[in-house]
């Protein structure tokens, strides 16, 4: 079965400072990979996603993850973070030919100003 | 704007009734659309699949006697709290697929079983 796993519940980081969030998965096949971001009193929004290809994407707002293949990662970066990224980041995954999106526990980030 | 609205945003009511929530997708058709719960502090749970045309999909431990879905058309699926209890208060929340296989989230309905 499916399941992924985000190793950080609770991120405190003073602005500027470097982030990196862990994210694991496990699957028996070819996935699709996600980041969700959910701001205070706002619904999920899409920060970038894996497919194929480059195993480095970019996404929104200067985040930007790396899928490694050999590790079931795909942890989501940024070099300097603001106030304004204080949010639930949720890492998410699916199968190639399923639809349904199985989400991590969320890790809740805070920055400090 | 929004791809994905719900409704209501809110909704407050005694336990023992039934509460509807609507999930709209806006821009394009849903010949499948999800349902999430989402606990305090927690992450989101899939409840089940609702598929136009046919019976919804429930996953594991969710009880499809008190959990109505039905996708009436291609762009609304409903799904129904019966007989609502305090312990069904929670954050529900939809999804449509969208064209790249990426899903579009509602903003969610906040139900308070009283």
């Known amino acids: 079965a499916q399941s992924v796993s985000q190793h950080n519940h609770h991120v405190i980081l003073s602005e500027a400072a470097s982030l990196e969030l862990g994210c694991n998965y496990s699957y028996g096949g070819t996935v699709n990979l996600f980041w969700y971001v959910q701001y205070p009193g706002q619904h999920l929004q899409l920060l970038l996603k894996?497919?194929?290809?480059?195993?480095l994407v970019k996404g929104i707002k200067g985040f930007e993850a790396e899928f490694i293949k050999s590790k079931f990662s795909f942890n989501l970066r940024k070099p300097s973070v603001q106030w304004s990224d204080t949010a639930e980041y949720f890492c998410?995954?699916?199968?190639?030919?399923?639809?349904?999106?199985?989400f991590g526990a969320g890790t809740r980030l805070t920055v400090k100003p | 704007g929004a791809v994905v609205s719900q409704h209501p945003s809110r909704v407050i009511c005694k336990s023992g009734t039934s509460v509807k929530i609507e999930c709209r997708s806006l821009d394009f058709q849903a010949t499948t659309m999800f349902w999430y719960r989402q606990f305090p502090k927690k992450s989101l749970m899939l409840m089940a699949t609702?598929?136009?045309?046919?019976?919804?999909?429930?996953e594991q431990g969710v009880e499809k006697d008190k959990f109505l879905i039905n996708h009436a058309s291609l762009t609304l699926s409903t799904l129904t709290v019966t007989s609502a209890h305090p312990e069904d208060s929670s954050f529900y929340i939809c999804s449509v697929p969208g064209p790249t296989d990426t899903q579009y989230f509602g903003p969610g309905t906040r139900l308070t079983v009283l």
């Open positions: 894996y497919f194929s290809g480059d195993p």
């Open positions: 609702s598929n136009e045309g046919s019976k919804a999909t429930y």
């Open positions: 998410a995954v699916n199968g190639m030919n399923n639809n349904d999106l199985r």
